[in-house]
């Protein structure tokens, strides 16, 4: 039942980055990918990754992870570890959302890690949805840290980058698709990296189960049961 991707024409032109599965470099992305692709060679321990629920940061941060095999260090890491315990032999470090490392009350142990990657020379990746000046810091030396992180900014996926993730996942999963059916998805779609993949694996697997091939009928129908799943969550 499937069959090659046909051809879509972008306005620009998708590589891969850094060895990244499917990560699309565009211009709401390439400032960080720079960035990303910079390491080690950053002014200071660390590098602020800003984005936006679903704008790829995550994805960005798993790729900076595979490039460099950089250790992701989660609250609990830091809490039960210490940051002598979670540097140890790391070559870098990945901290996400850090706001929530803040909000459990780590920002001593946070000043501490950050002393001594600056220290060893390993750097820290750390990605939130607000740039460190709106980050609740408390503490003034860390404040005073964070504040001189580089920042980078990934905006909401456009458009053009939109239609070159959903072309890629459908050609990763060897399925057909036509240019209606891309018109129809993105007047209807949210703009971002996860719900790509939700859409594209739902897509995918009512295809499979009507033994169907990939028209706009079949996406409404796809469409219409991650609303419900989504509804039945909501209300759970």
Known sequence: MKHAVKQIPFDFDPRPALGGEDFLVAPSNADAVQW??????????????VAPAGAGKTHLANVFQA?????LVSVEDLRSQRADGVLVGAPALVLEDVETFLDADLAEELLHLYNLAREEGVKMLMTAARPPSRWAITLKDLSSRLKTAPVAEISPPDDALITALIVKQFADRQLSVDPDVLTYMLARMARSFSAVRNLIQAIDEHALAQKRRITVPLVRDAMGVLENQHSDDMDT
């Open 36 to 49: 990303v692709e910079r390491w080690p060679d950053w002014p200071g321990p660390v590098l602020a990754i």
């Open 67 to 71: 490039q460099t095999g950089a250790r």
